[in-house]
Each structure stands twice: as structure tokens, then as C-alpha cells.
Nanobody, 123 residues
Framework: QVELVESGGGLVQAGGSLRLSCAAS????????MAWFRQAPGKEREFVAA????????WYGSSVKGRSTISRDNTQNMVYLQLNSLKLEDTAVYYC????????????????WGQGTQVTVSS
């Protein structure tokens, strides 16, 4: 059974940092892209970042590029998202996802999703 479990969300002041974690189980990650998406109330799900498990190649959404780092731990089957210089507009539920085809920034190409972790940025 595939399971993705996110953690690390919370309330943070604007300008602060957070590190989100995603624990993956039940699948062989070497064939997958692992990604973070986010969804704010009333908005569509937005691509944040992705990493190709096999070689570590990374992609970032324009809204977080330069302020975020996605990384993976091959030994622990963990994916991390470091978010820095947080802005009010970063407030959203952040989802971890695993997919093995198609566009890395497109939700429909991801087969598995976690339940999400809430990130709230306050002024």
C-alpha cells in the first residue's frame, strides 16, 4: 500500500522559514518524480517543486524559485521542501505527490498524493 505522509507545516511569520517533510512507503521511488504542490482556498493546485528520484534533477515553480529547495534522502525514502523568505501568499495546504510520467508540474501526472500539511504565514 502506497503512503505519502507530510509533516512540518505550521504557523510562521512572514520572512521566516519552514522545512516540510514527506515520508514515502509502498513504492520503489527510483522510477518516480516526487513533487510538492500547494493549494490555497479558492485556488487551483499549484506546482511548487519536484525532484527526479533517480538522478536528483530538480524543478521549481516560478512563485518559489530562489526561495525554496527540494531534496531527497535515498536511505530514508524522504522528500523535503525547504521554504525561505516566506510570504503571506505562501499560505496553503502543501501536498507531497509521486508520479512516473508526463509533466512534472502537472497534477494529473501524479499517481499518489499525501493528505497535505497546512502552512500559514502571518504578518
Amino acid at each position: 500500500q502506497v503512503e505519502l505522509v507530510e509533516s512540518g507545516g505550521g504557523l510562521v511569520q512572514a520572512g521566516g522559514s519552514l522545512r516540510l517533510s514527506c515520508a514515502a512507503s509502498g513504492l520503489t521511488l527510483s522510477g518516480y518524480n516526487m513533487a510538492w504542490f500547494r493549494q490555497a482556498p479558492g485556488k487551483e493546485r499549484e506546482f511548487v517543486a519536484a525532484v527526479k528520484w533517480r538522478n536528483g534533477l530538480t524543478w521549481y515553480g516560478s512563485s518559489v524559485k530562489g526561495r525554496s529547495t527540494i531534496s531527497r534522502d535515498n536511505t530514508q525514502n524522504m522528500v523535503y521542501l525547504q521554504l525561505n523568505s516566506l510570504k503571506l501568499e505562501d499560505t496553503a495546504v502543501y501536498y507531497c505527490a509521486a508520479g512516473n510520467g508526463g509533466g512534472v508540474d502537472t497534477p494529473r501526472f501524479y499517481n499518489y498524493w499525501g493528505q497535505g500539511t497546512q502552512v500559514t504565514v502571518s504578518s
